[in-house]
C-alpha cells in the first residue's frame, strides 16, 4: 500500500528508507482504513525492537501526506535470491527460516501477528542476516481493526484459517513460513492455482506434494517439521515460533551439512545489462499510469537489477501494488513491447529518435498548445519545459499525451487531463 523512496537524514547522517501511502490511497471510503494501518504498523515495528526486524524511526506527516521513516536495508529480498537460486540448499534454507522465526516470536511475544509472511518481506543482507519487514497488515490481540471474516494476505502464503476469513493467531504465522520454507527448498509453492479462489482451495482441503519426491537428499527430520509446519489445523502445528525454530537447529544438529554461521546464503548477481533510452522511457511512461512520478526511480531501479528484458519487465509490474492494475501494465507489455537489451542499443536509439521526430511533425500545433494549457494547471510554469520534452521524444500523438500525463500523480485527475486533450 506504500511507496518506499531512499533518503538522508541529515540531524544523524544515515540512510533512511522513507514509506508513504499511495495518494490513490487517500481518497474516498477506505482512507482511515488506510491510515489506521499505516499506524499501526508503525506501532507494531516499534514495538518489536529486534535485530531480524527492520527498525521504525519515526511516524510523521508531510502536508497532508503520512509517512514513516525506516531503517535502510542495503540487500535483496528472498524472493528475488530465489529467482535467481531456484531453490536453496537445506543448511541454507534453515538459516533464513530460522531468522524469521526469530523474527515472529518477537512479535508474537508482544501479541502481534505479521499475516504476511513470504519472500517479499524477508530481505536479505550481504552477510547472512535476515530482517522481516512490512507489518502493515499485522493485528495486535487488542486491536478492533482487523474484523472477524476479513481476508487479508497472500493466497499462496496464506493459512487455512486466513483463506476462511476465520480469526488468526501466532500459528498462522507459522503455517505461512512453512510455505516459505517449502519453497526454499523444493523451488515451488506448495500451493498453485489459476486465481486466488482455487489457491485457496487447495490450502483449506488439500496437502501439498510430497517434499521427499522432490528432493530426495532431504533429511527427514526436515521434511516432518515442514510437515507439520503445514499442518491444516493450527493445534498441530508447533505451538510457538521458538518451538520451530528448535526443531528446525536440531536437524543440523542431527547431520545436516554446516551451523548456520559458516552458511552462505544465495543473493542475487547483479548484471550488467544495459537498456535502451526507447526501452526504459516507453516503461517509464506505462509505469507512471498506475504509480504516478515515482514510475522514473522505480524503473531506474529495477534495470539495475534485471538481467533480461522480461525480468526488466516483472520486476517493474512487482512494484503495482492493486492486482488488476498489475494485470493490466503486463497485457499492455504484451500487446507492444518495449524494445530490447544490448544488442538493439544503438539501432533501439536511433530508430526511436527518428520515429520521435516524424511524430513530432504530425501532432497538431492546437493539441500542443491545448496540452500546455492544461498541464500549468497542475504542474506550474514548468509545464512548458515538460511539453516541449514530450513534443521531442513522442512517437505519436497518443504517446504524447501519454507523457504528459505521466507527470500527475493523482490517477483521477491524470484521467481528467487526459480526457480534455482529445
Do not use: W
Not at 499475516?115 to 547472512?128: C, E, F, T
Not at 497488515?137 to 493466497?155: N, Y
Not at 496540452?371 to 519545459?385: C, F, K, Q, S, W
Request: hydrophobic share 40%; aromatic share 4%; with cysteine.
Amino acid at each position: 500500500m506504500g511507496l518506499i523512496y531512499l533518503a538522508h537524514d541529515p540531524v544523524i547522517d544515515r540512510k533512511v528508507a522513507i514509506k508513504l501511502i499511495r495518494s490513490d490511497l487517500l481518497f474516498g471510503e477506505d482512507r482511515a482504513g488506510y491510515l489506521a494501518r499505516f499506524h499501526r504498523e508503525a506501532q507494531t515495528a516499534g514495538r518489536c525492537a529486534h535485530a531480524n526486524i527492520v527498525a521504525i524511526y519515526d511516524l510523521s506527516v508531510q502536508g497532508e501526506d503520512p509517512y514513516l521513516a525506516m531503517e535502510y536495508v542495503e540487500g535483496s529480498n528472498l524472493g528475488q535470491a530465489l529467482a535467481q537460486a531456484g531453490s536453496f540448499s537445506p543448511d541454507a534454507s534453515v538459516a533464513v527460516i530460522g531468522q524469521v522465526l526469530d523474527a515472529l516470536a518477537c512479535a508474537h511475544g508482544f501479541g502481534i501477528v505479521h499475516r504476511d509472511v513470504k519472500p517479499a518481506n524477508i530481505l536479505l543482507l550481504a552477510d547472512g542476516r535476515v530482517k522481516m519487514t512490512d507489518f502493515g497488515i499485522s493485528r495486535f490481540d487488542t486491536s478492533g481493526l482487523t474484523q472477524a471474516g476479513s481476508v487479508v494476505g497472500t493466497p499462496s502464503y496464506m493459512s487455512p484459517e486466513q483463506c476462511r476469513g476465520d480469526p488468526v493467531e501466532a500459528r498462522s504465522d507459522l503455517f505461512s513460513t512453512g510455505v516459505v520454507l517449502y519453497e526454499l527448498l523444493s523451488g515451488a509453492r506448495p500451493f498453485i492455482g489459476p486465481n486466488p479462489t482455487a489457491i485457496a482451495f487447495q490450502v483449506v482441503h488439500q496437502p501439498p506434494p510430497d517434499l521427499r519426491a522432490m528432493r530426495a537428499d532431504l533429511p527427514a527430520s526436515l521434511v516432518a517439521v515442514v510437515e507439520r509446519a503445514l499442518a491444516k489445523q493450527p493445534e498441530d502445528r508447533y505451538p510457538s515460533a521458538d518451538a520451530m525454530a528448535a526443531a528446525l537447529r536440531q536437524t543440523m544438529q542431527s547431520g545436516m551439512a554446516s551451523t548456520v554461521s559458516r552458511t552462505v546464503i544465495p543473493t542475487p548477481v547483479q548484471t550488467q545489462v544495459v537498456f535502451t533510452e526507447a526501452t526504459l522511457s516507453t516503461l517509464e511512461r506505462r509505469l507512471a499510469l498506475h504509480v504516478g512520478p515515482i514510475a522514473r526511480v522505480l524503473v531506474q531501479t529495477a534495470a539495475r537489477q534485471a538481467g533480461s528484458v522480461d525480468e526488466l519487465h516483472e520486476l517493474v509490474a512487482q512494484r503495482i501494488e492493486q492486482p488488476e492494475q498489475r494485470s493490466r501494465f503486463r497485457r499492455d507489455l504484451l500487446g507492444g513491447g518495449t524494445g530490447n537489451s544490448t544488442a538493439s542499443r544503438a539501432s533501439g536509439v536511433s530508430s526511436a529518435s527518428s520515429a520521435s521526430s516524424a511524430a513530432s511533425r504530425t501532432i497538431p500545433p492546437a493539441l500542443v498548445q491545448q496540452a500546455e494549457r492544461e498541464l500549468t494547471l497542475h504542474a506550474g510554469p514548468i509545464a512548458r519545459i515538460l511539453v516541449k520534452r514530450a513534443l521531442a521524444a513522442a512517437t505519436s500523438a497518443e504517446d504524447f499525451r501519454q507523457r504528459l500525463a505521466a507527470h500527475i500523480e493523482r490517477e483521477p485527475v491524470r484521467q481528467a487531463f487526459l480526457s480534455k486533450l482529445q
